[in-house]
């Protein structure tokens, strides 16, 4: 099993930022792929961002040039650099793993979910 802790949201006027962090323990020498997804009311979960254990990177467009995926091998750790926040990045970000790979269609192999965390930006 794999424990997957998410912290750092919180609330922030627009063309602010925040860092969110998700923690990863338990059996993970097998996961691969981490990242991060997020939901909006009313909507369906959508991915954001995903980082390979090579350090390879991808991006929804809505976020790129704003949102920056990296992660600390040695604290297992993956972190969510947000920047220029708008409203509309407002909902529950949740923390992804898996053995397979994370793509915005479909995700495979064994994989594990954060509770969420909320991130609210006001206009």
């Known amino acids: 099993q794999v424990q997957l802790v998410e912290s750092g949201g919180g609330l922030v006027q627009a063309g602010g930022s925040l860092r969110l962090s998700c923690a990863a323990s338990?059996?993970?020498?097998?996961?691969?792929?981490m990242g991060w997804y997020r939901q909006a009311p009313g909507k369906q979960r959508e991915l954001v961002a995903t980082?390979?254990?090579?350090?390879?990177?991808n991006y929804v467009d809505d976020v790129k040039g704003r949102f920056t995926i990296s992660r600390d091998a040695a604290r297992n750790t993956v972190y969510l650099q947000m920047n220029s926040l708008k409203p509309e990045d407002t909902a529950v970000y949740y923390c992804?793993?898996?053995?397979?790979?994370?793509?915005?269609?479909?995700?495979?192999?064994?994989?594990?979910w954060g509770q969420g965390t909320q991130v609210t930006v006001s206009s």
């Open positions: 992804a793993a898996t053995t397979g790979r994370l793509t915005v269609r479909f995700i495979t192999g064994d994989h594990y």
């Open positions: 338990g059996i993970i020498f097998n996961i691969n792929h």
């Open positions: 980082i390979t254990n090579g350090g390879n990177t």
